[in-house]
């Protein structure tokens, strides 16, 4: 995994851009953020709708520039697209053609259905992978749609979330019952993205997977299940 050197200077150990949110749902990008924010140098937010509510709870959170142009999309290391974007209308094409590196998750998924773009991580749950490519979400399904769209999938699984990028597969073991709280999808798609901006795919989603987990054992020894997704945000960095 890449180190910061000590000679380096702002921006350079990585540049983050996410894309979410929306009127119904303002929390989702809020984990995101969150979780990456201790693991890049930059993160920047653009918002999935112009609502005052979701703008001003991000605005809450010193870490984001909060952008309203997709201009920035082509200076960003990695790009994060569709945690609570609901029904919201943007251009996702000038997204998708612009990003050098894109981790998909959430309604994003819906949305690319079919227009999968090469080289980009998808993150789905097991519903998100049937609905993707009409599969269960199997260790030989994974392995064989990562390799037919050329992409890298992390399909969260609590028996062992599963990473292939259609050549090798790796499943992760390890968590607990306690990261079936809401918004643990979104902490995970923020810190796989935040360590896309400067790895590689597969890696980046091997290391967050185990990040996750390792700090969700930590937690169940203090807390046993009942620690939330906030308390998964604040250990992450430990």
């Not at 894309?19 to 990008?29: K, L, M, Q, R, W």
């Not at 050549?167 to 935040?194: F, P, Q």
Request: hydrophobic content about 35%.
């Amino acid at each position: 995994m890449y180190k910061p050197s000590n000679n380096s200077k702002k921006g350079d150990n990585g540049k983050l851009m996410i894309i979410g949110g929306s009127i119904e749902y303002h929390g989702a990008p809020m984990f995101s953020i969150l979780s990456a924010r201790r693991f890049v140098d930059l993160i920047y937010f653009y918002p999935g709708e112009k609502d005052s509510y979701l703008i001003n709870s991000i605005k809450k959170i010193p870490e984001p520039i909060v952008v309203y142009s997709l201009d920035k999309v082509k200076e960003m290391d990695a790009v994060l697209f569709g945690i609570g974007i609901g029904n919201a209308r943007l251009d996702v094409r000038y997204v998708l053609n612009n990003s050098k590196k894109l981790v998909i998750d959430g309604d994003g998924l819906k949305i690319i259905k079919n227009n999968i773009p090469k080289n980009c991580i998808l993150t789905p749950h097991e519903g998100e992978f049937k609905l993707l490519f009409g599969l269960k979400g199997t260790k030989e399904n994974v392995k064989k749609m990562a390799s037919k769209w050329k992409c890298i999938i992390l399909k969260k699984d609590p028996k062992g979330d599963i990473i292939s990028d259609g050549k090798k597969i790796k499943v992760i073991d390890g968590g607990n019952s306690g990261l079936t709280k809401g918004g643990t999808g979104d902490i995970l798609s923020g810190l796989v993205a935040a360590f896309f901006c400067k790895n590689n795919g597969f890696e980046s989603c091997v290391e967050a997977s185990k990040l996750i987990k390792k700090t969700a054992d930590r937690l169940k020894k203090k807390f046993g299940t009942n620690y939330c997704s906030s308390d998964l945000i604040s250990e992450l960095a430990k």
